[in-house]
C-alpha cells in the first residue's frame, strides 16, 4: 500500500497564497518579524551555552 505521490500536492494557487501575503507585508513588520526570530535564536542558544559551561 505505497501512498499515492500525488495526493499531498497542493494546487498552485494554494501554493502561491503565502508568497503573495508576504509579498505585500510591510518592510517594518518583515524587519520586526526577522528581530524576533533572531531575540528567539539568540535566546536559545544562550540557554543551550548556558547548559553546557
Known amino acids: ?8 500536492v497542493a494546487p498552485p494557487s494554494l501554493a502561491q497564497r ?5 509579498a505585500r507585508l510591510p518592510l517594518g513588520w518583515a524587519l520586526l518579524l526577522l528581530a ?9 542558544l544562550a540557554i543551550g551555552l548556558a547548559e553546557v559551561l
Open 1 to 8: 500500500m505505497t501512498p499515492d505521490p500525488l495526493a499531498p
Open 18 to 22: 503565502p508568497a503573495r501575503r508576504m
Open 36 to 44: 524576533a526570530v533572531a531575540a528567539a535564536v539568540a535566546g536559545v
